[in-house]
């Protein structure tokens, strides 16, 4: 009995000793190699703290900024979106180590860095798993999260639906969807002249009603019956942000899991009614359509001797990213371009004279070409993604260990991109980093700052934005339509408290004065 125990013991020692010798070195041995290892390159950064790193410091820092008003003057809005990385910057400099956990995280706020990471072809830094209600929203199949030589393929199929000469046909739906929330604020201020509108939930209706036309036109019903389920399934990945996800729970049938589960099935098979009715068609030689699931249907027959270049859950995955990133964070383009409007009248009217210069009064159609021909409206909209960009920061990952502008980082190491913080780096955009100025862009884009590649709103490189050109049609066709009806100022009861939910929004609205011209 005494020998068996004994077999027992041994073999029990067998099995979890080098388990325990593994955690040890993941929670110990390394976090303390690899801080030192980043300390002989001169990069430093807040201490490990044994297994739960820095979560601490950056949850309280969080939930203090949370707290925090700011004057509508200001937009430095760091110290509320990216508090942590605000701080240890200031102590720090513009790279360094933090630690989510016992996981490195280098905070890469120098602009030659994020250049040679964002341009890179060769697979090194690729994007870290989102979490599985993320995944639910968008998918794994889509531009979004792929990478080689699938995103490649995928880039192939959707990039021609894209095509400016296409995005100048949508123009039409861009306005009809426009003016009837346009045609509804004024119904509202016929007696009084003037009405307060809560413009960014107004927005994020519009966009999600020009997104079901233009991805899916006459299934565009259908398109928004996915933008409800969708929308629902972002309340969940908000709610699921910063909480500690046990391996595997996301496969335990809780409330949460069973509820995501009947919205990832409802708009799948929503996503796949449309999709077959539109091969149906082209099987009757009807062709795909002209909007963009059109574009993409018939791209993707273009393969080599007629094959699909992609499965069907990949062209629904294409389809959630289409939702998601077509809608949300245009809305909140035009919401913050109202807000730095309305706070900066002279500006206001600037683009108002310019707009009827070039695109006439209230009742003459709007024209791609006219829009184009817009310079101060998009300036404005560009000084409004510098400084209130929907997207506060992105992540990568290494693939393998790496010299960035000769800083050697480890494998597996987190990389952290504050477009925020970059956005307001004075030694790149100037003394006046943190106020409103349009003129900065008056030469483009790439002469705006001292760093040809500084506005990092849409990324760059192979994996910037797809459908930026799709954002700034939209948004300059509602703007032109307000801006010709309308002068406004945001409303005295308005909280300047930006806050990122996933994407950066008025944690408390912004209500809006609209006074009918």
């Known amino acids: 009995m005494v020998d068996l125990m004994a077999m027992v013991a041994t073999a029990l020692a ?21 801080a030192r290892a980043f300390a002989a390159q001169g990069v430093r950064g807040p201490a490990y703290q044994f297994l739960v790193g820095n979560t601490r410091e950056t949850g309280a820092m969080q939930s203090a900024a949370r707290r925090e008003v700011l004057d509508r003057s200001c937009h430095d809005i760091t110290t509320r979106v990216r508090p942590h990385e605000r701080a240890w910057t200031s102590l720090y400099g513009k790279v360094f180590l933090w630690w989510s956990g016992p996981k490195p995280v280098l905070n890469v706020g120098d602009h030659d860095m994020v250049r040679r990471v964002l341009s890179d072809k060769s697979g090194l830094y690729v994007k870290p798993y989102p979490g599985p209600a993320i995944m639910a929203m968008m998918g794994t199949g889509g531009l979004v999260f792929t990478e080689g030589e699938v995103w490649a393929r995928h880039h192939g199929v959707v990039h021609p639906a894209f095509a400016m000469d296409k995005l100048k046909m949508m123009t039409g739906t861009f306005e009809a969807c426009a003016r009837e929330v346009i045609g509804a604020w004024e119904a509202r201020a016929a007696e009084t002249k003037e009405v307060t509108v809560e413009v960014g939930r107004q927005f994020m209706e519009l966009t999600a009603d020009v997104i079901s036309h233009t991805a899916f036109g006459s299934s565009y019903r259908q398109g928004k019956e996915v933008f ?113 409007l309305g706070t900066y009248p002279e500006w206001q009217q600037r683009l108002r004279e310019e707009v009827l210069r070039e695109c006439g009064g209230a009742g003459t159609p709007l024209h791609g070409d006219a829009l184009n021909k817009l310079k101060l409206v998009t300036m404005v909209l560009y000084e409004t993604l510098r400084l209130y960009g929907a997207v506060n920061g992105i992540a990568r990952e290494t693939t393998a260990d790496v010299d960035i502008c000769g800083v050697k980082v480890p494998k597996g190491t987190s990389l952290s991109i504050p477009f925020v913080m970059l956005h307001r780096d ?80 008025p944690q408390h609205g912004l209500p809006i004065v609209l006074k009918l011209l």
């Not at 067998?14 to 690899?34: N, Q, S």
Request: charged letters at 20%; a negative charge.
């Open 426 to 505: 004075v030694e790149v955009w100037g003394p006046d980093a943190n106020e409103f100025n349009p003129l900065r862009f008056q030469d483009g884009v790439g002469r705006a700052a001292a760093h040809p590649n500084a506005l990092l709103a849409f990324s760059l490189g192979p994996r910037s934005c797809i459908g930026q050109d799709f954002a700034m049609l939209e948004a300059k066709t509602t703007l032109v339509l307000i801006l010709r009806r309308f002068e406004f100022e945001v409303a005295p009861e308005y909280v300047h408290a930006p806050a990122n939910f996933l994407t950066l929004q």
């Open 228 to 340: 409800l389920a969708q929308k629902e399934l972002l309340l969940m990945a908000l709610a699921s942000m910063n909480k500690v996800q046990l391996p595997g729970l996301q496969y335990v049938p809780t409330k949460n899991n069973v509820r995501r589960w009947q919205l990832e099935r409802k708009v799948r098979g929503t996503l796949m009614a449309i999709i077959e009715e539109r091969m149906s068609a082209a099987r009757e030689a009807r062709g795909y359509g002209t909007d963009l699931l059109g574009l993409m249907l018939e791209a993707n027959n273009a393969g080599d001797g007629g094959e699909r270049v992609m499965s069907m859950d990949e062209i629904i995955d294409e389809c959630k990213t289409f939702f998601f990133a077509g809608h949300d964070t245009t809305a909140h383009l035009l919401t913050w371009a109202m807000f730095l």
């Open 14 to 34: 067998a099995v979890l000793l080098p388990c325990l010798f593994a955690a040890l070195v993941h929670l110990a041995w390394r976090p303390y190699a690899v």
